[in-house]
Protein backbone atom coordinates (compact mmCIF):
# COMPACT_ATOMS: atom_id res chain seq x y z
CA UNK A 1 0.00 0.00 0.00
CA UNK A 2 1.39 3.78 -1.02
CA UNK A 3 2.72 5.71 1.49
CA UNK A 4 0.18 8.50 2.73
CA UNK A 5 0.26 12.07 1.58
CA UNK A 6 -1.68 14.66 4.10
CA UNK A 7 -3.95 17.12 2.88
CA UNK A 8 -3.72 19.95 4.96
CA UNK A 9 -6.44 23.02 5.95
CA UNK A 10 -9.64 21.46 4.82
CA UNK A 11 -12.33 24.07 5.42
CA UNK A 12 -15.01 22.16 8.47
CA UNK A 13 -12.46 19.10 8.65
CA UNK A 14 -8.48 20.83 9.36
CA UNK A 15 -7.99 18.41 12.54
CA UNK A 16 -9.14 15.54 10.77
CA UNK A 17 -5.89 13.42 9.02
CA UNK A 18 -6.56 12.75 5.13
CA UNK A 19 -4.44 10.23 2.97
CA UNK A 20 -4.40 8.67 -0.32
CA UNK A 21 -3.60 5.45 -0.93
CA UNK A 22 -3.41 2.49 -3.46
CA UNK A 23 -3.62 -0.98 -4.25
CA UNK A 24 -2.83 -2.81 -6.94
CA UNK A 25 -5.88 -5.20 -7.77
CA UNK A 26 -5.12 -6.00 -11.14
CA UNK A 27 -1.97 -8.21 -12.73
CA UNK A 28 -1.05 -5.52 -15.23
CA UNK A 29 -0.39 -3.33 -12.33
CA UNK A 30 -4.01 -1.36 -12.33
CA UNK A 31 -4.17 0.17 -9.13
CA UNK A 32 -7.49 1.44 -7.03
CA UNK A 33 -6.85 4.04 -4.88
CA UNK A 34 -8.63 5.91 -2.17
CA UNK A 35 -8.78 8.86 0.30
CA UNK A 36 -9.11 7.99 3.74
CA UNK A 37 -9.75 9.52 7.13
CA UNK A 38 -7.93 7.91 10.32
CA UNK A 39 -10.54 7.30 12.82
CA UNK A 40 -11.97 4.25 15.23
CA UNK A 41 -12.60 0.69 13.93
CA UNK A 42 -14.91 -0.81 12.43
CA UNK A 43 -14.06 0.78 8.88
CA UNK A 44 -17.02 2.95 7.03
CA UNK A 45 -16.19 2.54 3.36
CA UNK A 46 -18.16 4.93 0.53
CA UNK A 47 -18.42 3.69 -3.11
CA UNK A 48 -19.90 6.07 -5.59
CA UNK A 49 -22.23 5.82 -8.45
CA UNK A 50 -21.34 5.31 -12.18
CA UNK A 51 -19.25 8.39 -13.63
CA UNK A 52 -18.32 9.75 -9.98
CA UNK A 53 -15.89 9.89 -7.48
CA UNK A 54 -15.95 9.11 -3.83
CA UNK A 55 -14.47 12.24 -2.23
CA UNK A 56 -15.99 14.92 -3.99
CA UNK A 57 -19.63 13.05 -3.48
CA UNK A 58 -19.33 11.36 0.43
CA UNK A 59 -16.43 13.85 2.18
CA UNK A 60 -18.73 16.29 3.64
CA UNK A 61 -20.54 13.22 5.03
CA UNK A 62 -17.61 11.16 5.98
CA UNK A 63 -16.78 14.77 7.86
CA UNK A 64 -20.48 15.43 9.59
CA UNK A 65 -20.44 14.94 13.59
CA UNK A 66 -22.87 12.57 12.56
CA UNK A 67 -19.84 9.52 11.24
CA UNK A 68 -16.89 11.67 12.40
CA UNK A 69 -14.43 9.49 13.96
CA UNK A 70 -14.99 6.55 12.23
CA UNK A 71 -11.54 5.05 9.89
CA UNK A 72 -13.34 6.39 6.35
CA UNK A 73 -12.24 4.78 2.92
CA UNK A 74 -13.98 7.04 0.27
CA UNK A 75 -12.54 4.65 -2.53
CA UNK A 76 -13.16 5.11 -6.56
CA UNK A 77 -13.96 1.84 -8.61
CA UNK A 78 -11.38 0.77 -11.09
CA UNK A 79 -11.89 2.88 -14.07
CA UNK A 80 -13.66 5.73 -12.31
CA UNK A 81 -11.91 8.87 -10.37
CA UNK A 82 -8.52 8.66 -8.99
CA UNK A 83 -7.75 4.80 -9.56
CA UNK A 84 -6.38 3.77 -12.73
CA UNK A 85 -8.87 3.20 -15.90
CA UNK A 86 -7.27 -0.15 -17.49
CA UNK A 87 -9.03 -0.51 -21.03
CA UNK A 88 -8.93 -4.88 -20.65
CA UNK A 89 -11.59 -5.40 -17.84
CA UNK A 90 -15.04 -5.83 -18.85
CA UNK A 91 -16.07 -3.84 -15.90
CA UNK A 92 -19.07 -6.19 -14.85
CA UNK A 93 -20.49 -5.93 -11.50
CA UNK A 94 -18.46 -8.84 -10.60
CA UNK A 95 -15.33 -7.78 -12.21
CA UNK A 96 -15.90 -4.16 -10.02
CA UNK A 97 -16.53 -6.03 -6.81
CA UNK A 98 -13.38 -8.30 -6.75
CA UNK A 99 -11.17 -5.94 -7.31
CA UNK A 100 -12.96 -3.66 -4.91
CA UNK A 101 -12.51 -6.80 -2.38
CA UNK A 102 -8.70 -6.98 -3.46
CA UNK A 103 -7.84 -3.62 -2.58
CA UNK A 104 -10.32 -3.69 1.27
CA UNK A 105 -8.35 -6.68 2.14
CA UNK A 106 -5.10 -5.11 0.84
CA UNK A 107 -6.26 -2.21 3.11
CA UNK A 108 -6.93 -4.38 5.88
CA UNK A 109 -10.58 -3.39 6.70
CA UNK A 110 -12.11 -6.77 7.92
CA UNK A 111 -15.91 -6.38 7.97
CA UNK A 112 -16.65 -3.11 6.89
CA UNK A 113 -19.61 -1.10 6.95
CA UNK A 114 -20.57 0.04 3.51
CA UNK A 115 -22.11 3.02 2.22
CA UNK A 116 -22.95 3.05 -1.34
CA UNK A 117 -24.37 4.56 -4.01
CA UNK A 118 -26.55 4.37 -7.40
CA UNK A 119 -24.65 1.98 -9.58
CA UNK A 120 -22.16 1.33 -6.89
CA UNK A 121 -24.86 -0.40 -4.65
CA UNK A 122 -24.86 -2.55 -7.07
CA UNK A 123 -21.78 -3.59 -6.46
CA UNK A 124 -21.61 -3.24 -3.12
CA UNK A 125 -24.66 -5.80 -2.71
CA UNK A 126 -22.38 -8.00 -5.45
CA UNK A 127 -19.04 -7.56 -3.23
CA UNK A 128 -21.25 -8.81 0.03
CA UNK A 129 -22.78 -11.73 -1.94
CA UNK A 130 -19.24 -12.69 -3.18
CA UNK A 131 -16.96 -11.52 -0.31
CA UNK A 132 -19.29 -11.24 2.79
CA UNK A 133 -15.86 -11.51 4.71
CA UNK A 134 -15.40 -7.97 3.83
CA UNK A 135 -19.29 -6.43 4.26
CA UNK A 136 -20.56 -5.93 8.12
CA UNK A 137 -23.57 -3.52 7.14
CA UNK A 138 -24.78 -2.19 4.21
CA UNK A 139 -26.59 1.24 3.82
CA UNK A 140 -27.45 1.40 -0.28
CA UNK A 141 -28.45 5.03 -1.56
CA UNK A 142 -31.05 5.23 -4.28
CA UNK A 143 -29.13 2.19 -5.46
CA UNK A 144 -29.99 -0.18 -8.82
CA UNK A 145 -31.78 -3.47 -8.28
CA UNK A 146 -32.93 -4.40 -11.08
CA UNK A 147 -31.75 -5.43 -14.81
CA UNK A 148 -33.25 -2.71 -17.22
CA UNK A 149 -34.09 -3.26 -20.80
CA UNK A 150 -31.75 -1.25 -23.56
CA UNK A 151 -33.09 2.32 -23.39
CA UNK A 152 -34.78 4.22 -26.89
CA UNK A 153 -34.05 7.91 -25.62
CA UNK A 154 -30.86 9.65 -24.03
CA UNK A 155 -31.56 10.34 -20.23
CA UNK A 156 -28.69 10.89 -17.40
CA UNK A 157 -27.32 7.64 -16.07
CA UNK A 158 -26.38 4.49 -17.10
CA UNK A 159 -29.77 4.40 -19.58
CA UNK A 160 -28.27 7.22 -21.11
CA UNK A 161 -25.52 5.58 -21.87
CA UNK A 162 -26.75 2.26 -23.09
CA UNK A 163 -28.26 4.62 -25.94
CA UNK A 164 -25.53 3.98 -28.14
CA UNK A 165 -26.05 0.16 -29.58
CA UNK A 166 -21.58 0.16 -29.38
CA UNK A 167 -19.05 0.69 -27.60
CA UNK A 168 -17.22 2.08 -30.81
CA UNK A 169 -20.05 3.97 -31.01
CA UNK A 170 -20.16 5.55 -28.06
CA UNK A 171 -16.33 5.80 -28.13
CA UNK A 172 -16.88 7.92 -31.64
CA UNK A 173 -19.29 10.31 -30.19
CA UNK A 174 -20.77 9.30 -27.26
CA UNK A 175 -18.26 10.22 -24.71
CA UNK A 176 -18.45 13.85 -25.89
CA UNK A 177 -22.31 14.52 -26.20
CA UNK A 178 -22.66 12.24 -22.77
CA UNK A 179 -20.73 14.92 -21.29
CA UNK A 180 -22.42 17.45 -22.53
CA UNK A 181 -25.95 16.00 -21.64
CA UNK A 182 -24.92 15.25 -18.11
CA UNK A 183 -24.44 18.81 -17.04
CA UNK A 184 -21.32 20.54 -15.33
CA UNK A 185 -21.55 18.81 -11.64
CA UNK A 186 -21.79 15.39 -13.12
CA UNK A 187 -19.30 15.54 -15.96
CA UNK A 188 -16.89 16.72 -13.24
CA UNK A 189 -16.57 13.79 -12.12
CA UNK A 190 -17.22 11.69 -15.27
CA UNK A 191 -14.24 13.14 -17.12
CA UNK A 192 -12.33 11.00 -15.13
CA UNK A 193 -13.70 7.89 -16.01
CA UNK A 194 -11.85 5.67 -18.60
CA UNK A 195 -14.74 6.34 -21.92
CA UNK A 196 -14.28 1.90 -22.20
CA UNK A 197 -14.43 1.82 -18.35
CA UNK A 198 -17.82 4.29 -18.06
CA UNK A 199 -19.27 2.82 -21.23
CA UNK A 200 -18.68 -0.95 -19.88
CA UNK A 201 -20.15 -0.52 -16.29
CA UNK A 202 -23.28 1.54 -18.24
CA UNK A 203 -24.09 -1.51 -19.92
CA UNK A 204 -23.39 -3.89 -17.27
CA UNK A 205 -25.57 -2.36 -14.94
CA UNK A 206 -28.20 -2.45 -17.41
CA UNK A 207 -27.59 -5.75 -17.87
CA UNK A 208 -27.52 -6.68 -13.98
CA UNK A 209 -25.65 -10.17 -12.49
CA UNK A 210 -27.27 -13.99 -12.00
CA UNK A 211 -28.48 -13.28 -9.29
CA UNK A 212 -30.17 -9.88 -9.99
CA UNK A 213 -28.72 -7.48 -7.64
CA UNK A 214 -32.34 -7.79 -5.65
CA UNK A 215 -31.98 -11.43 -5.24
CA UNK A 216 -28.60 -11.17 -3.99
CA UNK A 217 -29.99 -8.03 -1.50
CA UNK A 218 -32.73 -10.06 -0.30
CA UNK A 219 -30.45 -13.29 0.63
CA UNK A 220 -28.16 -11.36 2.28
CA UNK A 221 -28.20 -11.97 6.22
CA UNK A 222 -26.32 -8.77 7.61
CA UNK A 223 -27.85 -5.44 8.28
CA UNK A 224 -29.22 -4.03 5.32
CA UNK A 225 -30.85 -0.29 4.93
CA UNK A 226 -31.82 1.25 2.01
CA UNK A 227 -32.20 5.06 1.85
CA UNK A 228 -34.44 6.78 -1.34
CA UNK A 229 -36.19 10.16 -1.95
CA UNK A 230 -39.04 10.71 -0.13
CA UNK A 231 -40.30 12.85 -3.29
CA UNK A 232 -40.01 9.46 -5.40
CA UNK A 233 -43.46 8.36 -3.23
CA UNK A 234 -43.99 4.75 -1.81
CA UNK A 235 -41.66 2.53 -3.36
CA UNK A 236 -43.42 -0.54 -5.44
CA UNK A 237 -41.31 -2.98 -3.48
CA UNK A 238 -41.64 -1.95 -0.12
CA UNK A 239 -43.25 -4.82 1.05
CA UNK A 240 -41.07 -7.56 -0.50
CA UNK A 241 -37.94 -5.53 0.80
CA UNK A 242 -39.37 -5.40 4.02
CA UNK A 243 -40.45 -9.01 4.66
CA UNK A 244 -36.57 -9.89 3.74
CA UNK A 245 -35.49 -7.37 6.07
CA UNK A 246 -34.33 -4.55 4.46
CA UNK A 247 -35.20 -1.27 6.12
CA UNK A 248 -36.50 1.01 4.18
CA UNK A 249 -35.85 5.14 5.41
CA UNK A 250 -37.65 8.28 3.14
CA UNK A 251 -35.25 11.06 2.99
CA UNK A 252 -37.12 14.21 2.37
CA UNK A 253 -35.69 17.44 0.09
CA UNK A 254 -33.11 15.71 -2.16
CA UNK A 255 -33.11 13.88 -5.44
CA UNK A 256 -30.85 11.02 -6.66
CA UNK A 257 -27.88 12.66 -5.01
CA UNK A 258 -29.08 12.15 -1.41
CA UNK A 259 -25.78 13.00 0.17
CA UNK A 260 -25.59 16.08 -1.76
CA UNK A 261 -28.92 17.54 -1.16
CA UNK A 262 -29.63 16.83 2.24
CA UNK A 263 -26.47 16.53 3.83
CA UNK A 264 -27.77 16.51 7.52
CA UNK A 265 -30.42 14.35 6.85
CA UNK A 266 -28.33 12.02 4.98
CA UNK A 267 -25.81 11.55 7.31
CA UNK A 268 -28.14 11.14 10.15
CA UNK A 269 -30.09 8.31 8.53
CA UNK A 270 -26.88 6.77 7.74
CA UNK A 271 -25.89 6.97 11.37
CA UNK A 272 -28.86 5.56 12.26
CA UNK A 273 -28.72 2.66 10.07
CA UNK A 274 -25.20 1.66 11.24
CA UNK A 275 -25.90 1.47 14.96
CA UNK A 276 -29.25 -0.35 14.96
Known amino acids: MDQPYPVDDIPRVRDIFFAMHSAQVLPDGSRIRWVEIAGAEPALVFIHGLG ?7 APAAAHPALAGRRSLLIDMLGFGISDRPTGPAYTLEDHADALARALD ?13 MGGAVAVTLA ?30 SGIGVYRTEQEFLDHGWAETMDFVGPHWAATMRLAGPEALYRSAINLLRGTVPTTRENLERLTIPRTLLHPAVDGPR ?23 MLDNLDRFAQAVADALSA
Open 52 to 58: ASSAPYF
Open 236 to 258: ADAASLTAAGVSLTAIPDCGHNI
Open 129 to 158: ARHPHLVRRLVLVDASLDPQPPPRTKRPGS
Open 106 to 118: QAGTGAADIVAHS
